[in-house]
């Protein structure tokens, strides 16, 4: 195989699976505010603690779909902020299963936002796979960031 058609196929697969990695990240971010609007129309004695987690999850979308902006663009720095990120959500995912068990609620709730959580662990996981180790990834970020300095160089 011809190494430039080589390097087209990995760049090209690193892009498939770059927005399909997205997507599922969107996905579950927008699935866990889907949980927590469902719990705050459900249960009233949570209401504060609920909307702030919403305002809160709101914020890392917004931060995340930025990152990943930035990574589309071939900036490292957005890569290396999503790994931590993503690192951070999965602890925070293990933090929040031991404590939903602490609470007596309704055994459809907790199976709801347990399933929410292990969705969300199970994506961010997958992410930091990808991100870390894929090759066709890496040769994505290469193209992305030779062809974003020569749109850049061409304009100036």
Do not use: P
Not at 64 to 91: E, N
Not at 97 to 106: A, L, R, T, V
């Amino acid at each position: 195989m011809d190494w430039c058609k080589m390097d087209s196929f990995l760049v090209n697969t690193g892009r498939k699976q770059f927005f399909i990695v997205s997507s599922f990240i969107i996905l579950a971010s927008l699935y866990t505010i889907g949980i927590y609007i469902y719990y705050s129309t459900l249960h009233g004695y949570y209401l504060n603690y609920i909307k702030s987690e919403i305002v809160l999850e709101v914020f890392y979308l917004a931060v995340v779909l930025y990152s990943l902006i930035s990574v589309y663009k071939g900036r490292k720095w957005g890569m290396y902020f999503l790994i931590g990120f993503f690192s951070y959500k999965i602890y925070y995912a293990l933090g929040s299963i031991s404590w939903f068990y602490s609470i007596k609620n309704n055994l459809l709730g907790r199976i709801t936002y347990n399933y929410s959580l292990n969705f969300d662990i199970v994506i961010y996981c997958i992410a930091i796979l990808y991100f870390c180790f894929s090759k066709s990834f890496k040769e994505f970020i290469k193209y992305q960031k030779t062809k974003f300095t020569r749109v850049q160089s061409r304009n100036n």
